[in-house]
């Protein structure tokens, strides 16, 4: 296999459905970051989005639905040498999965977690998500939803979260630059993708988010945390996309008093004399 | 062999007591055993320790007494009734007893006068130590308080030790024992040294009775063990961290009771199915839900043998005493490592919380098990059906390997798939491993004699309490008793069992649990059915010596 190649599997997706434009930024900006496929590791959880790993050849895992953070961040805390990019739901992430998203904010392992937000349940045919809107109508929500949709972005800039963006699915390039801009930041970096579902949600459709979209100025202060705030609850009639927020903090490794040294736990292998010193403290 | 009770209040020293008297006897070459009764709460309620100790280790508690310490009123009027005629119950003046076998000891007084009320207890120490015939010097004294003390403590409490040793009576003969060189373990300990002697290299848990000591003493060890401890948001997190890293190539465990286990249910099927190696300890408390959370239980193996949904192979192995716990612990990892599937050790508060003097451990006995990266012939593939049955293992960020893990049914490459083909031969590729695993399993030990026409089963930490069971039926009666301690549950191993089951005329379950779940097991694999059950479910583990009266009574006409 050439190592730099992300060779393409099949889809199992509807046509139109956003995902394959994020499928094929996630490739082009692995290739144009020129990371061996041998280096990455891609996280899903399950739904729709979470089946992207599958698609590319490099190494996967694809766990349980809710569930894709906890083994990201543990694969990345044994194993940094690898790239390790989560790609899931707003279901999986925000709603089974919201205990993970809380607490991996404040542990800041350096992972990249993109959130494919069509703000449904694709996979179960359309139940309302954490994020969809007030008043939409489902299957299971026949008078439209009755919460309050959950805003991801505004959850993590107050939550501590050292890289916060928000990308469409409809603007490759600008995605692209999002994400190699998420995987290079030193932390827990979160980009929430707006995507389109065809099949499942009818209002917040490719029209409706092209037309709300807007790239951030570029007078903004990715530092200001009150002006990132106010871009993250800017949601309606426009939706201001970028880089809301990016500030420099020690990640994961760099506070943990082992780790920060370089210290290496795959491969190490055992040490009995440790383990007899142990055993004369207890003498 | 001795038995000293110590009482007191939560907050009131027990805990320090206690400790300090297993160094003294431990240091005069007693063999030890001390158990804990704990409420769930930080202050006040009533705790009491049991040190049974003397020149053999012990499996288990006794309920009468030699001697009582008793730090608070509700010791004294509590535990007064299991005192041996010829026992002792020391307590400070303040106390109300009218008990001739009372001694009064103005402990709070002495230690005033030494100029620090604190070393009170350390009086009682002293005393305790004359009282049971031990010889005691100042270096001496000092040797043993400086394991059990902060250095700036130890010259005031060998004083308050000395001068309550002048102040109590010789009573009874010392006893010896060659424990002097042994070191002083808990069950949680001592599994956690085994999970560092297997190579682990990444422990993460949530918080929860009678798992939580594991996390705590691993995380005090981690800077020098050189591993990640990681305190996960939930049992959900743990489980799936711990499967995260061991498939990233880091050794992993987590441990929980039953409701964290609950929890953790999902994930287990999916190191199954991804066939990832994984160690998971359920460390069991009285249930349903909370149930009794300081106390101990069996009741989760029936739960931990089918946890999870749909079919897929893991190990059930239950740890019998403090030497299991170590030894057990590195085989879980080998057998998890050896066969890539989720192993459970199931252990419980009892053996958990107890502290035995051990010798240390043969690190040679069970070794680690750390293959070589798997040869990879033609292209990798993470689940390539092999002649053994077990797929090449490699991990992520290997130059020669991408690897792919999937919960969905997946082909060799880990791919999705729905096909009814590739589904038949995963199944099967997956669950031959359990035939391969019955040929692991290690039999149940045997006490007692051959050929006896009673025979006692049980499992986990019943073994020390089984064993003195035997030994007393034997010595009372004219039958000939044995018992069956099971460790490995699942795959369950059944040869022993079965020739044991032949030639006794009487087969009786004994359990910590309501419904013998043991019993049902054994049924449902190989249709022995039991005739009795002698079965506890209110906390509180059974001794030997009820053991044995409930055999004569229950069960024998
Ligand atoms: C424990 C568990 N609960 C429920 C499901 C069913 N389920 C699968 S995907 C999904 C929601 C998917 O929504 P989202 O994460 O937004 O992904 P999408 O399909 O929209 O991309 C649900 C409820 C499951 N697989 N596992
Ligand atoms: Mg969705």
Redesign the pocket.
């Known amino acids: 296999m050439n190592s730099t190649a992300y060779v393409k599997h099949e889809t199992a997706w509807c046509p139109g459905c956003g995902n394959f434009s994020i499928l094929d930024t996630l490739k082009s900006t692995l290739e144009k970051m020129g990371l061996d496929p041998h280096d990455v590791l891609l996280v899903g ?6 089946k992207t790993p599958q698609y590319l050849n490099t190494n996967t895992f694809c766990g ?3 569930r894709a953070l906890p083994p990201a961040v543990a694969a990345k805390i044994v194993n940094p040498g690898l790239t390790v990019i989560i790609n ?6 925000y ?2 999965g919201g205990n993970h998203f809380l607490h991996n904010i404040r542990r800041n392992v350096d992972v990249a977690h993109f959130v ?1 937000d ?1 703000q ?5 045919k359309g139940q309302a ?1 954490p994020t969809t809107m007030e008043g939409m109508a489902t299957g299971a929500q026949p008078e439209g939803s009755m919460n309050s949709p959950f805003n991801p972005v505004l959850l993590a800039l107050a939550a501590g979260a050292g890289f916060v963006a928000r990308s469409f699915s409809g603007r490759p390039e600008h995605l692209q630059a999002m994400m190699e801009r998420a995987i290079r930041y030193k932390g827990y970096a979160l980009v929430d993708i707006l995507q389109n ?1 065809v099949s499942f949600n009818k209002l917040n459709t490719f029209a409706w988010y092209n037309s709300r979209v807007q790239e951030i100025d570029v007078s903004h202060d990715p530092t200001d945390l009150m002006a990132a705030m106010r871009l993250a609850m800017t949601f309606g009639d426009q939706i201001p996309i970028g880089v809301l927020y990016e500030q420099e903090g020690p990640d994961y490794h760099a506070r943990h008093s082992l780790l920060q040294t370089g210290h290496k736990l795959v491969g190490r292998g055992n040490d009995p004399a440790m383990v007899e010193r142990l055993m004369r403290r207890m003498v | 062999m001795y038995n000293l009770l110590v009482g007191g209040a939560a907050g009131q020293g027990v805990e320090t007591t206690v400790t300090t008297l297993e160094y003294f006897f431990k240091h005069a070459g007693n063999e030890l055993f001390t158990t804990r009764d704990l409420m769930s709460r930080i202050r006040g309620g009533h705790n009491f320790s049991l040190i049974r100790f003397g020149a053999q280790l012990p499996g288990g508690h006794s309920e009468q007494l030699d001697g009582i310490i008793a730090l608070n009123q509700e010791t004294v009027d509590l535990h007064l009734p299991q005192l041996r005629p010829e026992g002792f119950l020391l307590m400070d003046t303040g106390i109300a007893c009218e008990d001739p076998r009372a001694l009064r000891l103005d402990m709070a007084q002495i230690a005033k006068g030494l100029g620090n009320q604190r070393a009170a207890g350390s009086v009682a120490v002293g005393a305790v130590l004359k009282l049971f015939g031990l010889a005691l010097d100042k270096a001496g004294a000092a040797d043993v308080l400086q394991k059990t003390l902060d250095p700036q403590h130890v010259a005031i409490n060998v004083q308050a030790v000395l001068a309550g040793y002048d102040k109590a009576p010789a009573k009874f003969e010392p006893q010896g024992g060659p424990a002097v060189g042994h070191m002083l373990i808990s069950g949680n300990k001592a599994l956690s040294l085994g999970a560092l002697a297997a190579g682990m290299q990444f422990y993460t848990a949530y918080p929860m009775s009678p798992a939580t000591s594991i996390l705590e003493y691993l995380a005090q060890q981690a800077q020098e063990a050189g591993i990640v401890v990681e305190q996960a948001e939930d049992e959900i997190a743990a489980i799936n961290m711990a499967i995260g890293a061991s498939f990233a190539g880091g050794r992993a465990m987590t441990a929980t009771s039953g409701g964290g286990f609950s929890l953790m249910v ?1 994930a287990l099927g999916l190191a199954g199915m991804a066939e990832i190696p994984l160690v998971v300890v359920n460390a069991q408390r009285p249930g349903p839900v909370t149930g009794l959370p300081t106390r101990t239980e069996q009741s989760d193996l029936q739960f931990i043998i089918s946890a999870s949904q749909g079919e897929f192979p893991r190990m059930v192995i239950a740890l019998r005493n403090h030497a299991d716990a170590f030894y057990q612990t590195i085989r879980a990892f080998n057998m998890a490592e050896k066969y890539q599937i989720p192993v459970v050790i199931l252990t419980d508060q009892y053996l958990a919380d107890t502290t035995a003097s051990v010798p240390l451990f043969d690190m040679g006995k069970v070794p680690p098990y750390q293959p070589e990266p798997a040869p990879i012939e033609g292209e990798y593939a993470r689940y390539r059906y092999t002649d053994s049955g077990i797929s090449p293992r490699r991990y992520p960020g290997d130059p020669q390997a991408i690897v792919s893990a999937d919960s969905d049914e997946h082909d060799e490459h880990g791919r999705i798939i729905e096909d009814s083909e590739t589904r038949i031969r995963m199944m099967q590729k997956r669950m031959g491993k359990l035939d391969l695993l019955a040929q692991e399993v290690q039999e149940p030990d045997w006490l007692g004699d051959e050929n006896s026409e009673v025979l006692l089963v049980g499992w986990g930490s019943m073994h020390g309490p089984l064993a003195e069971a035997v030994a007393l039926l034997n010595s009372r009666s004219g039958r000939r008793h044995a018992a069956l301690v099971f460790g490995d549950l699942w795959p369950l191993p059944q040869k022993l069992l079965r020739r044991a089951a032949d030639s006794a005329r009487t087969v009786i379950n004994v359990e910590q649990n309501y419904t013998g779940q043991l019993a049902r097991l054994i049924r449902q694999e190989t249709g022995i059915a039991m005739d009795a059950g002698i079965l506890r479910y209110d906390g509180r583990q059974l001794t030997g010596e009820e053991i044995a009266r409930r055999v004569e009574k229950e069960v024998q006409p």
């Open positions: 959880g399950i739904g729709q989005a979470a349980l639905h809710g899931t739901g707003d279901g999986d992430s709603g089974e494919h069509n449904v349940y694709g996979l179960t998500s579902c | 999902e």
